[in-house]
Structures are given as structure tokens and as C-alpha cells.
């Protein structure tokens, strides 16, 4: 069975951190591209960013560029967002998916592209 399991969200300070993970069952991420997308409450998804398992090949929100960095661990089947200087507007369920790389990591999170994606986790962050 295919399988994309978000975990490490939960409610942090401003200025805090957190690292999501991503976990693949099933299948090998390293035949993917892997995204990192969110929704914000009233709001559409948007993407935060990509990664190319196969290259490494990255791309980010300008929204996060500086603040969250991406990196996969194929090893471990689980790619990761590591994200720093939370800002109350970084709230929202996060979700990973995965695309066949038919396309760049940047057309990939620019048009939400995945053909798996996971269920999500909730970011809160907030004083």
C-alpha cells in the first residue's frame, strides 16, 4: 500500500522551530520528486518546497526562502522540513506528496503537483 505520513507538527512560539517528516511506504521516494505544500485556514493550498530525491535540486517560497530549509534521507525513505523563525502566518495543515519527476522541482511546487500525498500535520504557530 501507498503511503505518505506527515509527522512533527504541533503549536510553537514565534521565532520557534519545528521539523516535519515525511515517511513513504510502498514505494521508494527516491524515484520522486517530493513537496511540501500547506493550507492555511479560509485559504488555498500553496506550496513551500521541493526537492529533487534524484539530484537534490531544491526550490522554495519565497514566503520561507531562508527560514525553511528541505532535505531527504533515502536511506530512511523520509524527506524533511526543517523550519526556523516561525511567524504566526507560517500557520496551517502541512502536507508532502509526491510526483513522478516529469517535471522540475520548481514547476512541481509551483503548479501542486503529486500523484501520492499524505494526510497532513498541523502547524500552530502562536504566543
Known amino acids: 500500500q501507498v503511503q505518505l505520513v506527515e509527522s512533527g507538527g504541533g503549536l510553537v512560539q514565534p521565532g520557534g522551530s519545528l521539523r516535519l517528516s515525511c515517511a513513504a511506504s510502498g514505494f521508494t521516494l527516491d524515484n520522486y520528486n517530493i513537496g511540501w505544500f500547506r493550507q492555511a485556514p479560509g485559504k488555498e493550498h500553496e506550496e513551500v518546497s521541493c526537492i529533487s530525491t534524484t539530484d537534490g535540486s531544491t526550490y522554495y517560497a519565497d514566503s520561507v526562502k531562508g527560514r525553511f530549509t528541505i532535505s531527504s534521507d533515502n536511506a530512511k525513505n523520509t524527506v524533511y522540513l526543517q523550519m526556523n523563525s516561525l511567524k504566526p502566518e507560517d500557520t496551517a495543515v502541512y502536507y508532502c506528496?509526491?510526483?513522478?519527476?516529469?517535471?522540475?522541482?520548481?514547476?512541481?511546487?509551483?503548479?501542486?503537483?503529486?500523484?501520492?500525498w499524505g494526510q497532513g500535520t498541523q502547524v500552530t504557530v502562536s504566543s
Open positions: 506528496a509526491a510526483a513522478r519527476p516529469t517535471t522540475t522541482v520548481q514547476a512541481m511546487c509551483v503548479m501542486i503537483m503529486g500523484n501520492y
